[in-house]
Structure formats: structure tokens, C-alpha cells
């Protein structure tokens, strides 16, 4: 598979909540070139070209990263820590996407540098239309960094 035309990279261990994600992403027209991993450590291979992702194009970096922050073997909070401080990757937008609405959460993510922190709606449609509207602005509105 050819992973160097990647558009968003989404970090999310549950399957049920990533099965909801990509359904609503693609229902609303944005799932074109979506790669979906399953914890933190995956997500940081595909982005430094390591493990199953060794033979990646190194310059090609996903437009957006869709992050949850309670995944097995590497955090979201990791995953963005890293994302952030590193100059190669710094300019892509991460956005939290998390069940969790706890105070300190939200203020790590924004501190360490995430652009949007976005709480998963329990009611389906609510859920559908969040993801709608998150793929509308980060893929078709904001204009990425130069």
C-alpha cells in the first residue's frame, strides 16, 4: 500500500469509535486519504517512517492528525508532545479528539500546542455532525502553514 498520499492520520484504539469516525468522514465526503492506526506508537512509525512504515517517502507528511489521548503503548498526550517540539512536523494540525472532558486534558493539549480539542458526542448524530464539521474546517477551510 502506498501510505505517501496520506491526507489525515487518525490515532484511535477503539475500533467502535474509529468505525463512527470514518463513517461520518466519509458520509460527509472527506475520506479520501484517511490511514487509521491503533495506538500512540503506530502513529509515530507512520510519521517517522519506522517498523511497517520504513519504506514511507519521509516528505510526506499527513495534512491533518485526528488523535485520541488514551491509547495503549504511547499516549495521544505522547504523540503530541513529540508532534509538537519537532520542527520536521510542528506546522501540522492536531486535533484532540477524545472522550475525555477533564480539565487538565484540555489544558496539556492546548500547552503542548494542539489546534483544536474536540470531546466525542455520546448521540450518534451529534457525533456525526462534530466530525462533519471538523473535516469541513481542517480540510477544506483552513489554510495550512507555508
Not at 26 to 41: I, P, Q, R
Request: glycine residues 4%.
Amino acid at each position: 500500500m502506498n501510505y505517501d498520499n496520506v491526507e489525515i492520520l487518525f490515532a484511535e484504539d477503539s475500533m467502535d469509535d474509529a468505525t463512527l469516525t470514518i463513517r461520518a468522514l466519509t458520509k460527509s465526503g472527506f475520506l479520501n486519504k484517511l490511514h487509521h492506526v491503533k495506538d500512540g506508537a503506530e502513529a509515530l512509525d507512520f510519521l517517522y517512517c519506522k517498523g511497517t512504515y520504513a519504506s514511507r517517502n519521509t516528505g510526506a507528511k499527513p495534512k491533518l492528525l485526528l488523535l485520541d489521548l488514551k491509547m495503549p503503548k504511547v499516549s495521544g498526550m505522547q504523540v503530541l508532545e513529540k508532534v509538537k517540539s519537532d520542527p520536521a512536523f510542528k506546522s501540522i494540525p492536531v486535533v484532540i479528539l477524545t472522550s475525555s472532558q477533564e480539565d487538565p486534558d484540555i489544558a496539556n493539549c492546548y500547552a503542548l500546542g494542539a489546534n483544536s480539542y474536540i470531546v466525542k458526542p455520546v448521540d450518534s448524530d451529534n457525533f456525526f455532525h462534530a466530525i462533519k464539521a471538523m473535516g469541513m474546517y481542517w480540510m477544506i477551510l483552513s489554510q495550512p502553514a507555508t
